[in-house]
């Protein structure tokens, strides 16, 4: 009976060694993949780093360019307040400068009857695309001297005239 004992006792132990050798193989592949899979992981950590630190600087670069944008911005605006400031200025000059030429026009010539001045309030302002130039009529022969002079000013302050509103169509188109 002892030798029965040995020989059960022997496979026993070979049964449980060839079990332990399996396990070891598994646990070794099972080892293998997690370090496989450890080098992956921090090639994609390393990866991820450096796109967050990309994006870290982008964000930085676009806010600098926004800053930029918004300081242009805010100093082209004041610019163009200032120029329509200045162009409402100068046309109501021009309104006045036309103004004083008809009331001299008016005064040189007799037979006239003197043109009704506007109020610079009571003026409609409107879209210089929808201003409509009246042709112009022939002025009648001066009398003297100072009435050809008169009728050479108004025809400059006319032609003057022209220009601007021909230039505000072409700054509105």
Known sequence: MSLLVTLAAD???AILLVASIVSSVRLSRRITKLK??????????????????TAERAIVGLRA???ECDRTLTER???????????????????????????????AAPGRAPPRPT????????????????????????????GERLGVAAAAALAMSERALGRLRSKAA
Not at 84 to 106: F, M, P, W, Y
């Open 77 to 107: 605006l004041g610019t163009a307040e200032r120029y329509a400031t200045d162009l409402a200025a100068h046309v109501e000059a021009g309104e006045t400068v036309i103004a004083r030429i008809a009331s001299i026009v008016s005064q």
């Open 11 to 13: 496979v026993l132990v």
């Open 119 to 146: 109020a610079p309030e009571a003026v409609e302002r409107r879209d210089p695309s929808e201003i409509v130039v009246a042709p112009l009529r022939a002025a009648p022969a001066p009398a003297s001297p100072n």
């Open 36 to 53: 496989a899979d450890e080098a992956a992981l921090r090639q994609t950590i390393g990866d991820l780093v450096m796109a967050s630190s």
């Open 65 to 67: 360019t926004l800053d």
